[in-house]
Every structure is written in structure tokens, then in C-alpha cells.
């Protein structure tokens, strides 16, 4: 399951990093790092409590916000708040007990998965904001009813 949804992640970040501006770029950047040194951490020292995993994971949370305050996309606005909820998932191991441990675990996934999901809003996003720049003058055309005629129909 972990693997299909960092799969699932992966794809959105490449289509960021892809169809992405500059901003966009820098906060896929933001989110590759904090995977990589996560799961390098994780992978190290193995499935203990690790402080340092709290702290790439804020400083990811802090960067992704720096970047939103800039970029003035709402994709990043919304990673960098399911990213911060993500983060204060560690402190479940202190008020529950151990047989909620993978209650957390599952939240987690869940919110991986809807961070992976604000990725492909993102690029959404890119898209509408350069077709709106453009005005229609991509390609694409828009009828805004100015002129006396008939009514569109829907055949």
C-alpha cells in the first residue's frame, strides 16, 4: 500500500515538475527532499522513534509554506496544511496507547494520499492559470454570449 501511494505521489510531482513555473518547481523540490531524507533517516535507523524525523519533516512544512506565501497557488497552500497535520501525527505514540499505533499509521497514508491528490490539482492549476493568462489565445475559444443570436445548445 505505502509503495502504490508513493507512486501515486511520484507521478504528480513529475507532472508539477513538468507543466510546473518556477514556484511550482521549487516546492516539488521542497517535497523530494523531505521524501528522500525521510526515508533515508527511516531507512538507517530502522522503525524506532526518531527526532529527526520531526524536524525534516517541519523543515519540509516550513519551506513548503515560505514557498506558498510566495507562489500564490492554492495546491501549495493546501500540501503545506496536510503536510503540517502529517507532522503532528508523531505526537500520537505520547497520548494513545500502543494499539492505536497503526490508527496513526493509517492517517498517515490517508494523508499522503491526499497530498498526492492537492499534486494533481496543482497541475490543474498551472494549466487554468496559462490558459487564463493567455486570454484564449492558446487555442482554446470562449463564448461569452456578447451579440444578439441564438442560444448554445447542447447537441
Known amino acids: 500500500m505505502q509503495f502504490a501511494l508513493l507512486f501515486l505521489g511520484l507521478v504528480g510531482l513529475a507532472l508539477l515538475l513538468w507543466r510546473g513555473a518556477t514556484w511550482d518547481r521549487a ?6 527532499m523531505g521524501l528522500i531524507l525521510s526515508y533515508a533517516v527511516q ?31 492554492w495546491w501549495i497552500v493546501m ?32 494523508l499522503w494520499f491526499l497530498i498526492s491528490l492537492t499534486f494533481f490539482f ?6 487554468a492559470d496559462r490558459r487564463f493568462a493567455f486570454g484564449g489565445r492558446d487555442g482554446s475559444t470562449l463564448d461569452d ?6 442560444a448554445a445548445t447542447l447537441e
Do not use: K
Not at 27 to 32: E, H
Not at 145 to 150: D, E, K, L, N, V
Open 43 to 73: 531507512g538507517a535507523a530502522g522503525r524506532d522513534f526518531q527526532p529527526i524525523l520531526i524536524l525534516i519533516d517541519c523543515a519540509t512544512f516550513v519551506g513548503l509554506w515560505f514557498i506558498a506565501e510566495r507562489a500564490g497557488r
Open 27 to 32: 516546492a516539488v523540490g521542497a517535497m523530494l
Open 122 to 127: 496543482g497541475v490543474w492549476e498551472v494549466e
Open 79 to 110: 500540501t503545506a496544511a496536510l503536510h503540517l497535520v502529517s507532522t503532528l501525527v508523531y505526537a500520537t505514540p505520547f497520548f494513545t496507547s500502543e494499539r492505536l499505533t497503526w490508527a496513526a499509521v493509517t492517517l498517515t497514508w490517508a
Open 145 to 150: 454570449g456578447g451579440g444578439a443570436r441564438a
